[in-house]
């Protein structure tokens, strides 16, 4: 039988395990990235496992998260960052050089190779053949020493694309459309592997829209075939010998089949307050628009914002709204200002934000309340913005471009109807990229070789082997879709202290429960409980890092996001499965007693505990988890268990 893409990707780096659908596997990881707001942790981590050298092919330490130096605590960041990288070995990305996945984009991601990303939109790269895959910063510290990194086997869905996209539709609409038809959920434990005679009708930058937003159907990764797109590309970025053919087999077997005709999709919009909230622009067409934003991992690239260039040429932004571009990379902002876009953007009315995530995550142009804002972003979760009752929609930058002109949101097949002579200005991707690369230090540059640590900068927490007798109570109960912005959320305010975990962890769950973290410390152990997919959204480990300082020993939930909860076994949390039924019938406070000895039941394979709530009644509570997990739980957490490794080695 013939092998998918997916599945050639990984037999070549494949080092334990069968390529079964659901069974652990370990992979060989040629590249990782990591960023400032999980990469503190990494290289803290990657020290305290006495690492002296990074072993893999390449590894970029990048600051895109919280470039802005508001006060020394992110300078002492970004500083520690550039020591760790040139003491380790690792490239280093100064901030305001661009967000990770652009800058890893155009300067190091290759077809056929293995990359690993404490950031959840890692599986950009998967555009050009790339097998990139996100997690937390503890399994990229592993990794850079040389381990494997360990993987359920996902799935491997064929996403099947016909015919040709029509005028004023684009790859963000291929992946909206994704997201309509399959939802937040549809991508767990799955591979999406792009295939058909759609394929060669995208460029690599359109195809890596696709790719990076596939995170948030919550899938493993997505991947495209590499050809003349491929090439160009390459050829494009200056680093055409990286080219390799990657196809899959004709006999390849697929689990599952999507198919989208490309040449049906039409301008889509995620409304807000959340991806996967979408609807045809026209539907929400004439609501008062008063932020758009360009940018983001999705869609900073250069020739994302060149369309929304054309646009605005001779025409000027609606005066009720305002117009910002935060530009995926300084490379993109550099050719823009050369080829004199920045002055005619400027000279319609539009800002320009450094190269940064930033507003993606809430850190500068926070919305007005009660205000809409249109982004060309990938998330619109609640809050994320930086306000509470934020009204967050997610587009294409031709749609958001079109609303900042007419002030309201509208199909621009509508506002070019009305407008005469707007014209679909296509996608268009350079010949050459161009530009400095001043900004990336490689570790032949390197100007540290030693850590440079401020007094922000803490150490990574530990816990005890896992507890044979769990009990608590309930310290919070949760809906569904919890992600981990309402856990830690990566706020300036908030994220300046992700160095200092003590300190952090006094947000922890603020969102939902002000006065959660005092009360989880007064209550020296307990457990949270939530629904379906607890723990969306980003590789965050501080997400589980502080719940388990707060003293947080296990997590009851419908369904956990697949990042989240290897978070969870990697420090040292129990990530218990409960049914519906289970789920309605805790409240808050109940005291929860884990009726059978769960350290023996861990180390020996025991999948369903007897959960006894206010000695009253009795539930299921299910452990899904590989014989790896679990010696990783009984140690309490990936850290214990990796030293003890070395040490037996
Ligand atoms: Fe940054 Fe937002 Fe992407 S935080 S990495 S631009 S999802």
Not at 18 to 35: A, F, H, K, M, Y
Not at 208 to 223: H, K, Q, R, V, W
Not at 342 to 361: D, K, Q, Y
């Amino acid at each position: 039988m013939g092998q998918t893409l997916t599945e050639k990707i990984l037999d070549d780096h494949l080092v334990e395990g069968e390529l079964e659908p659901g069974e652990e596997i370990g992979i060989e990881i040629d590249q990782v990235l990591t960023q400032d707001t999980t990469g503190t942790m990494v290289w803290l981590q990657f020290e305290a496992l006495d690492l002296d050298e990074v072993q893999t092919e390449l590894a970029a330490q990048y600051c895109d998260h919280q470039t802005y130096q508001f006060d020394f605590k992110n300078t002492d960041d970004h500083r520690f960052l550039r020591s760790a990288a040139g003491t380790f070995g690792a490239h280093f990305s100064r901030p305001g050089n661009g967000i990770c996945h652009q800058v890893h984009k155009e300067n190091f991601a290759a077809p056929g190779k293995t990359l690993l990303g404490s950031d959840s939109h890692t599986p950009t790269p998967g555009g050009m053949g790339e097998l990139a895959i996100g997690a937390g910063g503890l399994d990229i510290a592993v990794a850079m020493g040389g381990g494997p990194y360990y993987v359920e086997m996902p799935e491997v869905t064929n996403v099947r694309l016909e015919g040709e996209l029509p005028e004023w539709a684009t790859a963000k609409d291929v992946i909206l459309e994704m997201l309509r038809r399959l939802s937040v959920k549809g991508g767990v434990g799955k591979v999406f592997e792009y295939t058909g005679p759609g394929v060669e009708t995208l460029s690599v930058p359109e195809r890596t829209t696709i790719t990076n937003m596939g995170t948030e159907l919550g899938a493993t990764s997505s991947l495209f075939p590499t050809d003349e797109k491929t090439e160009e590309f390459l050829e494009a970025v200056g680093r055409e010998d990286e080219y390799v053919e990657l196809q899959p087999d004709d006999d390849a077997e697929y689990a599952e089949e999507v198919t989208i005709d490309l040449s049906e999709l039409e301008p889509l919009i995620a409304k807000p307050s959340m991806p996967d909230n979408v609807v045809p622009v026209r539907e929400v067409a004439g609501e008062p628009v008063d932020q758009v934003m360009i940018g983001s991992c999705t869609n900073g690239a250069y020739e994302d914002i060149l369309p929304g260039a054309k646009m605005l040429e001779g025409r000027e932004v609606a005066k009720r709204t305002e117009m910002i571009i935060a530009p995926g990379s300084k490379q993109a902002s550099e050719m823009l200002a050369r080829e004199g876009w920045t002055a005619e953007l400027m000279a319609a009315g539009v800002n320009f934000s450094e190269a940064t995530c930033g507003a993606c995550i809430g850190i500068g142009h926070v919305p007005a309340s009660d205000s809409v804002s249109l982004r060309t972003f990938n998330r619109n979760f609640e809050g994320r913005s930086g306000i509470e009752d934020d009204s967050v929609y997610l587009c294409s930058p031709e749609v958001a471009t079109a609303a900042a002109i007419k002030g309201e949101i509208v199909d621009p097949r509508d506002l070019a109807d009305e407008l005469g002579d707007l014209e679909d200005p296509g996608f268009e991707m350079p010949d050459q990229y161009t530009g400095s690369t001043a900004d990336l230090i490689s570790p032949d540059e390197a100007i540290d070789d030693e850590l440079i640590k401020g007094p922000n900068i803490g150490d990574v927490p530990l816990k005890d082997a896992l507890d044979p007798h769990l009990e608590g109570s309930v310290l919070l109960k949760m809906t569904d879709n919890i992600t981990t912005d309402h856990i830690i959320p990566a706020t300036s305010d908030i994220l300046k202290f992700r160095s200092n975990v003590p300190k952090l962890s006094e947000f922890t769950l603020s969102r939902v429960d002000e006065s959660f973290a005092q009360r989880a410390l007064d209550a020296d152990g307990g457990f949270l409980l939530a629904g379906e997919n607890y723990g969306q959204g980003s590789s965050r480990e501080h997400a589980a890092l502080c719940p388990m300082y707060l003293g947080v020993e296990g997590v009851l939930a419908q369904s956990f996001a697949r990042i989240h909860k290897a978070n969870l076994f990697n420090f040292g949390l129990v990530p218990l499965t409960i049914d519906e039924e289970t789920y309605e019938k805790i409240e808050q406070g109940d005291d929860v007693e884990i009726v059978d000895d769960v350290g023996e039941g861990v180390r020996e394979g025991k999948e369903e505990f007897t959960v006894r709530v206010n000695d009253d009644w009795e539930a299921t509570a299910r452990l899904d988890a590989s014989e790896r997990e679990r010696k990783i739980l009984a140690a309490g957490g990936k850290l214990s268990y990796t030293r003890q490794q070395y040490d037996e080695s």
